[in-house]
């Protein structure tokens, strides 16, 4: 089946300094979305990012990423990490189109900018 | 306001107890979800409706089912929690299949004692 790899565990920055968070995924589908969701703590998970296109870059709220199919990959950027970016991100994958309804997500990211 | 709504915010019962929760969204979507989020984090997608049909329906243990009665509305039911049932269930929705972004409810916070 589907499976999406993220840098593990807790990321710590400190603020000012670029954000780089890892996503590479497996799928037998040559055409997948692609997604980056973010959860705050006590709020709902939201999508931040989502692409199908092979290279090229999306960009959201200061944030990018770049689908990579050469390489499989989907790794979220951004060059200036903020206090605020504290938050769980999620890299996500779905194949297109079809009855496909079914989201696999990476273990999550816990990424914590510090001043 | 539209959204994903979920109730309750939180449930604390004891091992062997039926639980239910509840999901709706009036964002006019005809694609309902269940996700369990556990203790690391860990997201697994568990149910998906198209339309009230049932379409996904990974490996989950025969004591949850989710009971859809219009395509607003997802229920889980969990016949008779066990431990490992603590986590947050989350429920989501979009519109449509295959890539369409999903829109998530606050989540429910189950506690088995």
């Known amino acids: 089946g589907d499976s999406v790899t993220q840098t593990e565990g807790l990321v710590t920055l400190t603020e000012g300094l670029p954000v780089m968070l890892n996503c590479t995924y497996q799928?037998?589908?040559?055409?997948?979305?692609l997604f980056w969701y973010v959860h705050y703590l006590n709020e709902s998970p939201r999508l931040l990012l989502k692409s199908s296109t092979d290279n090229k870059r999306t960009e959201h709220q200061g944030f990018h990423a770049t689908l990579h199919k050469s390489s499989s990959s989907f790794h979220l950027q951004k060059s200036s990490a903020q206090l605020s970016d504290s938050a769980l991100y999620y890299c996500a994958l779905t194949p297109s189109g079809g009855s496909n309804a079914k989201l696999t997500f990476g273990k999550g990211t816990k990424l914590s900018v510090k001043s | 306001e539209t959204a994903v709504f979920q109730t309750p915010n939180y449930h604390v019962t004891q091992v062997g107890n039926e639980v239910s929760f509840n999901c709706k969204q009036t964002l006019g979507h005809d694609t309902m979800y269940w996700y369990k989020q556990d203790s690391k984090k860990l997201l697994k997608i568990m149910f998906s409706y198209n339309n009230k049909q049932l379409i996904v329906n990974e490996t989950v243990p025969r004591r949850f089912s989710p009971q859809s009665s219009d395509k607003a509305h997802l229920n889980l039911r969990i016949k008779s929690v066990e431990p490992e049932d603590s986590a947050v269930y989350l429920c989501?929705?979009?519109?449509?299949?295959?890539?369409?972004?999903?829109?998530f409810g606050p989540g429910t916070r189950l506690t088995v004692l």
């Open positions: 799928t037998i589908y040559s055409n997948p979305f």
């Open positions: 989501a929705s979009s519109p449509g299949l295959g890539g369409r972004e999903q829109y």
